[in-house]
T-cell receptor, first 112, second 112 residues
Framework: SQKIEQNSEALNIQEGKTATLTCNYT??????LQWYRQDPGRGPVFLLL?????KEKRKERLKVTFDTTLKQSLFHITASQPADSATYLC???????????FGSGTRLLVRP | NAGVTQTPKFQVLKTGQSMTLQCAQD?????MSWYRQDPGMGLRLIHY???????DQGEVPNGYNVSRSTTEDFPLRLLSAAPSQTSVYFC???????????FGEGSWLTVV
């Protein structure tokens, strides 16, 4: 069956450390993989997109990797801050469709 | 720029009642969609539209109806509300390129 898995347990880290979140998928061949941030009571907000032919993408303190062999994406936040505390969602998009398929998200807590 | 606007923010319905969740976007996006978000389930696609006059079912369409008479508006109708439809509903839109999806702020629906 097709699955997208994100760690359901919250990731709790100290301010200044690097947060690494994982998105694993099975039985999909996505053309794009996206990461979103969601704060409590708010809608998801787009952060980064990486294409299947890209290994890595960076934006300020954010870095995303995409390994289509392992069927895994890693999302890194360097020099993390308490303001980075939120739930982070990964989403897959197949080349032939506009549909996005979301993981259930991982909550990140950054302690001061 | 308002982006994606959803109304109402909160609604309580009795079982069997019908209602419409409104969604409007001012970005001239072709693609619009409705998701529901339940604890531990991630975002699940209900219905989507690739342009005015065109709609299609997503992953969980039962009990919901949509129409797309204009590019800007994409209302979601609950025909006969059931407690299983208690959820947070998000409307979203994206460009024809489909690289970034913009979400509304959500509508919290409780069916008693």
């Amino acid at each position: 069956s097709q699955k997208i898995e994100q760690n359901s347990e919250a990731l709790n880290i100290q301010e200044g450390k690097t947060a690494t979140l994982t998105c694993n998928y099975t039985n999909y061949s996505p053309a794009y993989l996206q990461w979103y941030r969601q704060d409590p009571g708010r809608g998801p907000v787009f952060l980064l997109l990486i294409r299947e032919n890209e290994k890595e993408k960076r934006k300020e303190r954010l870095k995303v990797t995409f390994d289509t062999t392992l069927k895994q994406s890693l999302f890194h936040i360097t020099a993390s801050q308490p303001a980075d505390s939120a739930t982070y969602l990964c989403a897959l998009r197949m080349d032939s469709s506009y549909k996005l398929i979301f993981g259930s998200g991982t909550r990140l807590l950054v302690r001061p | 720029n308002a982006g994606v606007t959803q109304t109402p923010k909160f609604q309580v319905l009795k079982t069997g009642q019908s209602m419409t969740l409104q969604c409007a976007q001012d970005m001239n996006h072709e693609y619009m969609s409705w998701y529901r978000q339940d604890p531990g389930m991630g975002l699940r696609l209900i219905h989507y539209s690739v342009g005015a006059g065109i709609t299609d079912q997503g992953e969980v369409p039962n009990g919901y109806n949509v129409s797309r008479s204009t590019t800007e508006d994409f209302p979601l109708r609950l025909l006969s509300a059931a407690p299983s439809q208690t959820s947070v509903y998000f409307c979203a839109s994206m460009t024809g390129e489909g690289n970034t999806i913009y979400f509304g702020e959500g509508s919290w629906l409780t069916v008693v």
